[in-house]
C-alpha cells in the first residue's frame, strides 16, 4: 500500500529523512517510534506530499506521490489517505457534524442528505453522535480527535496515518482515542502511526519501525521489538522509557 524506496528528505543542511526503504502491506498496522527528533513526523507527512522529499520515490496503492502532477491531482491521491493530526485541525466555525460532512461534500460531490446520514454514523461509531450539533471549543481534546477521525474515515480512505494523535491529550483522554484505533485495526484498515503510546503498540502493531536520526534502524514485530531488541539504539530507547 505504501512504499519508500531510497527517500531522502533534507532541511538546508539538515539530512531529515536518510535514504529510506521501507514498506507498509494493505491491512498492516506499523507503529513509528523512536526519539524526539528523529523523523518520524516527517516520515509520515511525506506519504500525503505534506512534506517534499529531495530524491528517491514513494508510492500509495501503486501511484508515485511525488511524481509532478496538478493540484487536483494530488488532492485526489490525499483524499484516499486518512491522515489524523496531532493538533485536530478540526474547523472552528463547524459543529462535529458539519466537519465531518464537509470533505465528502466538497470533493466528492455527496448529496448532504447523504453526507448527513454517513456523518452520523461516523459519529456513532467514534462514540460522539450526541455531539453532533457541538463545536471544537465545546469538546474536550479526546472528543475533538476522536471528531478528527470520523472526519478523516468520511472520505472512505483505503489507508489512515495518524501523527501523534494523543500527545495534545490529557492521559485520562487518551485511551477513548486509542479504543477508536483499535477498532481501526480490528477490521484491517492499513494504518501508519506515531505514537509515543508503547502498550498500544505492543498490543496492536503488526510492524515496529524504530528510527532515529533520520534512519529506520529497526523493523520488527512488537514481541521481538519489546522483548529482544536487536540495535543498541533500540534498547537503550526502550531502557529508557522503562526507567521513567
Not at 495534545?168 to 484505533?181: R, S, Y
Not at 529482544?228 to 522509557?241: G, S, T, V
Request: hydrophobic letters at 45%.
Amino acid at each position: 500500500m505504501i512504499e519508500f524506496s531510497h527517500v531522502n528528505k533534507r532541511y538546508g543542511e539538515y539530512h531529515a529523512l536518510v535514504d529510506i526503504n521501507a514498506q507498509v502491506r494493505k491491512g498492516e498496522v506499523v507503529v513509528v517510534c523512536g526519539p524526539s527528533g528523529s523523523g518520524k513526523s516527517t516520515l509520515i507527512r511525506t506519504v500525503n506530499r505534506l512534506e517534499e522529499i529531495q530524491s528517491g520515490t514513494l508510492t500509495f496503492d501503486g501511484q508515485n506521490v511525488h511524481a509532478k502532477m496538478s493540484s487536483k491531482e494530488l488532492n485526489r491521491i490525499r483524499s484516499r489517505i486518512g491522515f489524523v493530526f496531532q493538533s485536530f485541525n478540526l474547523f472552528p466555525h463547524m459543529s462535529a457534524l458539519e466537519n465531518v460532512m464537509f470533505s465528502p461534500i466538497r470533493l466528492r460531490g455527496l448529496r448532504p442528505a447523504d453526507a448527513h446520514d454517513k456523518a452520523m454514523l461516523l459519529l456513532d461509531r467514534v462514540g460522539l453522535v450526541n455531539k453532533s450539533r457541538s463545536y471544537p471549543a465545546q469538546l474536550s481534546g479526546g472528543q475533538q480527535q476522536r471528531v478528527a477521525i470520523a472526519r478523516a474515515l468520511a472520505m472512505e480512505p483505503p489507508a489512515m496515518l495518524f501523527d501523534e494523535p494523543t500527545s495534545a491529550l490529557d492521559p485520562e483522554m487518551v485511551g477513548e482515542v486509542l479504543a477508536v484505533m483499535r477498532s481501526l485495526a480490528s477490521e484491517g484498515m492499513t494504518m501508519m502511526c506515531v505514537t509515543h503510546e508503547m502498550a498500544f503498540a505492543r498490543e496492536v502493531a503488526d510492524r515496529v519501525w524504530f528510527m532515529d536520526a533520520g534512519s529506520i534502524l529497526s523493523m520488527a514485530e512488537p514481541n521481538s521489538f519489546f522483548g529482544n531488541p536487536e540495535h543498541p539504539r533500540a534498547q537503550r530507547f526502550l531502557a529508557d522509557l522503562r526507567a521513567r
